[in-house]
């Protein structure tokens, strides 16, 4: 009997105590409460968002295992080695810029590889036929309307804030006259062409006179660019960087059909919101 007894507690805490972690079921599948918290921090959505985001993703993975599309371990290696080829970085490189410009470490890298590997599997299951390559009028278009893409300086002239925590840099960034301690900084001038891709992106984005975002720097502290200036601007020809919009135009088209498919299943799928962070 006490056997019994035991076995009933176990078996109840097995099963009740994961429920009262449950968010969402979406086909009887959960998302958490502390997986919505977690893609709250990390996006900056506000719950409604984030359980959105991680309701189309475990519509995703379901599809996929319905589908039996897998994505193996070779294949998020290869590219991994393929980006970091493409940026002209060994793999050690490549993994210590991706931590030190978008604070994205190798365990969460692998997991968006993975993401993207298995979408581009679910397209290619999904897809009722082969999208047309953009016309020659399309990729000027594109190109006229994301000039900014495609510029750059010839160098950067900006102030590297560096302090032990986010919160104390975070505190300067929002009242820059004002005296924090803790902070060091320095004034230099980058070059465009001694920086890898991932920090040029960053920098592009950062408004004169404007602070950038806060990132880890890969010595348990953060850092945040001020910019000063930016000298020399130069704009790629379009046939230069050609490959590269068609690329780009491949990839918005291939991510409306998903979009697509994937409103159409959710209207459809059995998803039950039980509560919100």
């Known amino acids: 009997m006490r056997s019994l007894i035991l076995s009933s507690l176990l078996l109840t805490f097995a099963f009740g105590a994961p429920v009262g972690g449950v968010a969402v079921l979406v086909k009887n599948t959960p998302i958490t409460l502390y997986e919505i918290t977690q893609e709250m921090k990390q996006s900056g959505t506000d719950a409604t968002k984030s359980a959105d985001t991680l309701i189309r993703k475990k519509l995703e993975q379901l599809e996929a295992q319905e589908k039996k599309i897998s994505v193996s371990a070779s294949e998020i290696k290869e590219e991994m080695e393929r980006m970091g080829k493409q940026n002209n970085l060994t793999m050690e490189q490549f993994l210590d810029a991706m931590k030190t410009a978008r604070g994205i470490d190798e365990s969460d890298l692998k997991a968006k590889?993975?993401?993207?590997?298995?979408?581009?599997?679910?397209?290619?299951?999904?897809?009722?036929?082969?999208?047309?390559?953009?016309?020659?009028?399309?990729e000027a278009e594109y190109y006229q309307l994301h000039l900014d893409e495609f510029s750059h300086p010839d160098s950067y002239e900006v102030t590297i804030y560096v302090a032990n925590s986010a919160q104390t840099l975070q505190a300067k960034i929002e009242d820059p006259m004002r005296d924090v301690p803790n902070i060091s900084t320095k004034d230099e001038k980058?070059?465009?062409?001694?920086?890898?891709?991932?920090?040029?992106?960053?920098?592009?984005?950062?408004?004169?006179?404007?602070?950038?975002?806060?990132?880890?720097?890969g010595k348990e502290s953060f850092m945040s660019f001020y910019m000063k200036d930016k000298q020399n601007l130069i704009t790629e020809n379009l046939d230069t960087v050609r490959p590269q919009i068609t690329n780009m135009i491949m990839g918005e088209k291939r991510n409306q059909v998903l979009n697509d498919y994937f409103t159409r299943l959710r209207l459809s799928a059995d998803i039950k919101v039980l509560r919100l962070p």
């Open 113 to 138: 590889v993975e993401e993207s590997i298995r979408g581009q599997k679910l397209y290619s299951s999904i897809a009722m036929s082969k999208m047309a390559q953009p016309t020659p009028t399309e």
């Open 190 to 217: 980058i070059p465009a062409k001694n920086i890898n891709p991932q920090l040029s992106q960053i920098l592009n984005k950062i408004e004169v006179g404007k602070f950038g975002p806060i990132l880890p720097n």
